[in-house]
C-alpha cells in the first residue's frame, strides 16, 4: 500500500528527525558536522525557514522546525536530505554507496505552549540521555550551545514559546515519564503532540487519521453465529 501523502502546514511547529541507514556513524568529525550545518543555513535562505532548535548527534539528528507557507516543511526536507548524501558521499569518495538515510524523515507537529518546551527539551537533552557530556551545554553541536558559538552558519528563529529563565537546568533534569512516554507515540507514529482537544483538530487538519488508530488486525469473532 502506498504511503499517504504528507499535508504540512504553515504556522505549525514540527520535530523533525531522521537516521543514518542501519545506525551508520556519519557525524566523525568536526568537518561532518559544521558541512551539516551550513546545508541546514543555505535551506533557511532557500525557504525562509524558521529553525527554533536542533541537536546533531553521530548516527541522527533533530529539527524543531516552524515553517511559514505550507508545503515549506517538505521542500525544505527534501532539499536538505539530498543534498546532504549527495555532498557527503562526494567529500567521503564513496560515490555509489546506496542509501545514507534510513528512509524518508520522521516528523509530528507539535502544540504551541508546554508541550513545544517540552519538545525543545527533549532535543537538547539528547547528549546528555546519551552519556556524551555532563552537561547539556556542553555539546557544540546543539540550540543548547549556539549562545557560546562564533561559527555558527545561522541564527535561530525567536520561539514560539518563551523559554523560562531557568531553561538550562530544565534541559539538563531527566523529563518526566509520562511526557517521554507521549513524546516517544508521536516519535515512532507521527502522532501530534499537545493536549487532546489541539491533537484532534491537528489530526484533522494534516489528514494524520491513521497515527491515532490502533494499530492491528481487529480480533476474530469467536461467538455463535445465529441462523434464521
Keep these: 500500500m502506498p504511503r499517504a501523502k504528507r499535508i504540512t502546514l504553515g504556522g505549525y511547529v514540527y520535530h523533525v528527525l531522521n537516521r543514518a541507514n542501519g545506525r551508520l556513524r556519519i557525524f566523525r ?8 550545518e551550513r546545508i541546514l543555513a543555505e535551506g533557511i535562505e532557500l525557504f525562509d525557514m524558521r529553525i527554533c532548535g536542533y541537536c546533531i548527534m553521530s548516527n541522527h539528528w533533530h ?20 543534498t546532504h548524501t549527495k555532498r557527503y558521499h562526494v567529500s567521503h569518495n564513496i560515490v555509489g554507496s546506496g542509501h545514507m538515510y534510513q528512509g524518508r524523515y520522521k516528523s509530528f507537529p507539535v502544540q504551541d505552549d508546554a508541550h513545544y518546551l517540552t519538545v525543545l527539551r527533549y ?3 539528547n547528549p546528555l540521555q546519551a552519556g556524551l557530556v555532563e ?3 556542553q555539546w557544540q553541536w ?12 545561522f541564527k535561530l528563529s525567536p520561539s514560539p514559546v518563551i523559554l523560562p529563565n531557568n531553561w538550562t537546568k530544565l534541559v539538563n533534569n531527566v523529563i518526566e515519564n509520562n511526557d517521554q512516554e507521549d513524546l ?8 501530534p503532540y499537545g493536549d487532546n482537544e ?5 489530526v484533522k487538519k494534516l489528514n494524520l487519521e491513521s497515527t491515532i488508530r490502533q494499530r492491528g488486525r ?3 469473532c469467536t461467538g455463535h453465529l445465529n441462523i434464521l
Design 123 to 125: 532535543i537538547e537533552a
Design 198 to 202: 489541539w491533537k484532534m483538530i491537528a
Design 142 to 153: 546543539s540550540s543548547m550551545a549556539t549562545s557560546n558559538r562564533t561559527n555558527l552558519f
Design 218 to 220: 481487529p480480533k476474530k
Design 63 to 82: 529539527l524543531l522546525l516552524w515553517p511559514v507557507n505550507d508545503c515549506d516543511l517538505s521542500s525544505f526536507m527534501k532539499w536538505i536530505t539530498l
Design 184 to 191: 516517544n507515540n508521536s516519535i515512532k507514529r507521527g502522532t
Design 29 to 36: 568529525k568536526q568537518g561532518d558536522f559544521f558541512a551539516f
Design 135 to 137: 552537561k547539556t551545554q
